[in-house]
């Protein structure tokens, strides 16, 4: 199947700081990415959906200006979050999709923040 | 809101077959079943989807009703590589928005 890296895989950062994370489709155009996140022995929750060239869609309740997503190329997909704190720390994933609708996604390995 | 019900877990010993049940009784007439996986701390993985048929790929088989109220995951002979949590996911086909909810704890046991 399609491969989708994430980088980092884990990151710790300080409160107050800013954390990028990458999401690329190796093998593959990523039409549509997409980025969850997911707390201890919860379910994945979606954020967002990021279409390359065009702004991304929040899910209700997830905070457009914190966390900033940016989908330059059809093969990357960068999620920022602004001034971490500690709560922000999870496990975030992200999927990327080649084709248009019903296309199987293929997820990432996901990248663990934990902000002190 | 997930769609979907399943048993929050179940076991199953190495070797048999492990059948994954999934309740989706207001399923709309244009929604895929997807199956997903995902083994601790690592993303989900892509399993099987359907429409209304019976699907068969070289990790598992997917059961349909008729109805298409309900499906069941099989994977043939388990192993112990295969415990992890098991979510049952129901989509439009023109969305692709996949809502997981609580899937279900697979434990393979020797």
């Known amino acids: 199947g399609a491969v989708v890296s994430q980088h980092p895989s884990r990151v710790i950062c300080k409160s107050g700081t800013s954390v990028k994370i990458e999401c690329r489709s190796l093998d593959f155009q990523a039409t549509t990415m997409f980025w969850y996140r997911q707390f201890p022995k919860q379910s994945l929750m979606l954020m967002a959906t990021?279409?390359?060239?065009?702004?991304?869609?929040?899910e209700q309740g997830v905070e457009k200006d914190k966390f900033l997503i940016n989908h330059a190329s059809l093969t990357l997909s960068t999620l920022t979050v602004t001034s971490a704190h500690p709560e922000d720390s999870s496990f975030y994933i992200c999927s990327a999709i080649s084709g248009g609708a019903g296309d199987t996604q293929y997820f990432g390995p996901g990248t663990r923040l934990t902000v002190l | 809101d997930a769609k979907t019900t399943q048993p929050p877990s179940m076991d199953c010993a190495e070797g048999r077959a492990a059948n994954l049940p999934c309740n989706h009784s207001t399923i709309s007439g244009n929604e895929y079943v997807y199956w997903y996986r995902q083994i601790h701390s690592q993303g989900p993985q892509y399993i099987i989807h359907?429409?209304?048929n019976n699907e068969t790929n070289e990790m598992a088989s997917l059961i349909i009703t008729e109805d298409r109220k309900s499906s069941t995951l099989i994977l043939p002979h388990a192993t112990l590589r295969d415990t992890a949590v098991y979510y049952c996911i129901v989509s439009p086909y023109n969305t692709d928005k996949l809502i997981f909810g609580t899937g279900t704890r697979l434990q393979v046991f020797p």
């Open positions: 990021s279409n390359e060239g065009s702004k991304a869609t929040y």
């Open positions: 359907g429409l209304k």
